[in-house]
């Protein structure tokens, strides 16, 4: 009689993607119940989740069902433009929907800035690459350095969350810190991509659900320090 083994994957990235995604429609549902964003800049905002939640769920799908795992795949350079497919959709949709600028606007103007910190708490979970590479089940060099930086700047923004919380920081720090956590994620991406893609282990970035990282995941808290950085910026917080 033959036998098939079963294995498990448990990931935390669905847990990860609900919080993350829970959380931001808290903020839009919010400030929309106070009549501080109107029915168009929340429309406009739920539009823009749902689209950056069905890529995500479409990149996982087709992971899932094995198209990420063939050669043809890998001679696309997956990892030179996949974390950047929301990115360009968010400013696309950026550019050309007024009410949803306005919106993104209001979104930091009206939520506290621990509110905005403390969600990056989230990214010590970068540990479990760390964790995995230790084990050769993960590449070591992305590991080490993306997952590295996005652990320190998760622990981090323990300290900067209560320091906002007791109103000890101000708007320009926060806003060096927000480019920071953007920058610990894009400058490795950018300059050291060639490296990683050398690495044997490199396809287990795109394999399911740990693909929903690069896709989703990383992406969006990428583009919340982002935002909040350029609203600050507009709002002069350099100048001060």
């Known amino acids: 009689m033959e036998t098939k083994e079963i294995s498990v994957q448990i990931s935390s990235l669905p847990l990860l993607i ?15 119940r106070r009549e501080i964003l109107n029915s168009a800049q929340r429309n ?15 990149a996982g799908y087709q992971s899932d069902k094995g198209r990420f795992n063939d050669g043809a ?15 360009v959709v968010a400013v696309a949709m950026m550019s050309v929907l007024a009410p949803l600028r306005e919106g993104l606007r209001v979104l930091v103007d009206e939520t506290p800035a621990h509110w905005l910190s403390g969600i990056h708490v989230l990214r010590i979970l970068a540990l479990g690459t760390l964790i995995k590479a230790s084990r050769d089940q993960f ?38 810190w927000h480019l920071i956590g953007a920058l610990a994620i894009v400058l490795p991406l950018a300059g050291l991509m060639h490296l990683f893609m050398t690495e044997p282990l490199f396809p287990a970035l795109f ?14 808290l990428v583009m919340l320090n982002m935002l909040v950085a350029w609203r600050l910026f ?4 350099l100048d001060r």
């Not at 007791?166 to 708007?171: P, T």
């Not at 896709?215 to 969006?220: E, M």
Request: hydrophobic share 60%.
């Open 234 to 237: 507009e709002r002069g917080a």
């Open 44 to 58: 406009q905002l739920a539009l823009l989740l749902g689209i950056l939640l069905i890529w995500g769920l479409f």
């Open 207 to 220: 394999r399911f659900p740990m693909v929903m990282a690069p896709a989703l995941v990383v992406p969006t």
């Open 139 to 176: 590449p070591q060099l992305f590991a080490w350095f993306v997952g590295g930086p996005d652990l320190l700047f998760g622990l981090s923004a323990v300290l900067v969350t209560l320091l906002a919380l007791s109103g000890k920081v101000n708007d320009r720090l926060l806003l060096v």
């Open 18 to 32: 609900a919080i993350i995604f829970g959380f931001l429609w808290f903020l839009v549902s919010r400030l929309h």
């Open 73 to 87: 795949y890998y001679d696309l350079l997956p990892g030179y433009w996949l974390p950047y497919v929301p990115v």
